[in-house]
């Protein structure tokens, strides 16, 4: 295993941040945790025109044909940036499952418009449990006709305020094992009966009460084949997982570099604090942390691109980043002192962003648990 980047990669990480840089300042990530959408439409625009929201599609559907470790390196950035909007619901939640699982007419009609920036998909799962097991999934799809009609509220969908498209995972069937039963639907943002509400949260990121009244959606948006689409959830949790450690990844190396410069800046008793010996062993054991994190990332994100099954090692990295991103910024803090709590410095903005990507699809508990199924505890 070569964990080196290619020239592709390495050119794709360096206009990525450059890009990032340039377009995403802190003044516009502040901007966007007040705004109603959330994200940029001009820069969202940009960022197809550059191929980043069809990296990963197939070239036929106006992809790039690139692989997952590609799509974790361009994650990398955006997390180091905070980068807002809907990238992850978009191109992991909702265009990854219609490109695996799609019929063909669904792939024609919906990836060549995410490639182009022309539409915003997510995926609504969680309901008021906020849990990710199928007995939790309690919103119902009935057959009428030629329709099913989906009724219940989800919660925590990240998203949907401005989503075109909205996977739905609903139950069409009752069954003693929980797992049987689950389908998956491709249902219009616009569709009859839908009602959207924006919950406030920490990250100032766009999360949102999903309520379905009787909502009409026609057999031939069924993703998958119907009763059968548990498995197919727990890919999507598997794939969020891994893409949102990448995002973390990002933070926290940025939290890491900021943290260090400071500790040379800032000068108390006549030297800088990074010659005292309990900063120096704070920056070490925060660099420990993001180093060791890297390796374990891209290998996940490796094994994913060669088809090589690796749900332990995607626990692995999502388990260790949930407790690790937030160990980094709190350590950040104890070395910037006050002046890291307050709202016009950059370091409370990955803070809250830590605590907040430690719960997006599993936090460290629930990544231990399938550590351990994957050791055949």
């Not at 003044?27 to 940009?46: A, F, H, I, N, S």
């Not at 024609?108 to 998909?121: N, R, S, T, V």
């Not at 030297?271 to 062993?281: D, E, K, L």
Request: glycine fraction near 8%; charge should be negative; charged fraction near 25%.
């Amino acid at each position: 295993m070569d964990l080196s980047f290619s020239e592709e990669q390495e050119m794709l990480w360096k206009s990525a941040r450059d890009f990032l840089a340039n377009k995403c300042p802190k003044t516009l990530v502040r901007q966007m945790e007040e705004d109603e959408k959330g994200y940029v439409p001009e820069l969202w625009k940009e960022m197809a025109d550059l191929g980043w929201i069809g990296l990963p599609f197939p070239e036929k559907y106006g992809g790039g044909g690139f692989t997952f470790l590609d799509l974790v390196i361009l994650l990398e950035e955006m997390g180091r940036a905070c980068l807002p909007g809907p990238f992850i619901s978009t191109v992991v939640l909702g265009g990854l499952p219609i490109a695996k699982w799609g019929t063909e007419q669904q792939k024609k009609d919906i990836l060549p418009k995410i490639c182009k920036g022309e539409a915003i998909l997510t995926l609504a799962l969680t309901e008021p449990s906020a849990r990710y097991d199928a007995v939790s999934v309690q919103v119902k799809a009935k057959v009428e006709g030629d329709h099913y009609v989906i009724s219940g509220t989800k919660l925590f969908v990240n998203d949907a305020n401005v989503a075109d498209y909205i996977i739905v995972v609903a139950r069409t069937a009752d069954s003693a094992n929980p797992e049987e039963g689950i389908t998956l639907f491709i249902v219009d943002g616009k569709s009859p009966g839908i009602t959207t509400h924006l919950l406030r949260t920490i990250a100032g990121d766009k999360q949102c009460e999903f309520t379905l009244n009787k909502v009409k959606v026609p057999k031939a948006s069924v993703l998958g084949k119907p009763n059968q689409g548990w498995g197919m959830v727990g890919e999507i949790i598997q794939w969020a997982a891994l893409a949102k450690a990448a995002e973390m990844m990002g933070g926290a190396q940025q939290v890491l570099e900021m943290t260090i410069q400071y500790a040379k800046d800032r000068v108390q008793f006549d030297r800088p604090i990074g010659s005292f010996q309990i900063i120096q062993h704070y920056l070490a054991d925060m660099s420990i942390d993001v180093d060791s994190s890297r390796v374990s990332l891209h290998k996940a994100a490796w094994m994913l691109s060669e088809g090589i099954s690796c749900a332990k090692e995607i626990s692995v990295i999502k388990g260790w980043l949930s407790e690790a991103y937030r160990r980094v910024t709190a350590q950040a803090h104890q070395i910037h002192g006050a002046i890291g709590f307050t709202k016009d410095h950059d370091l409370e903005l990955y803070f809250r962003r830590a605590k907040a990507a430690e719960l997006f699809f599993g936090d460290a508990d629930f990544h231990r648990e399938i550590v351990a199924q994957q050791l055949g505890m």
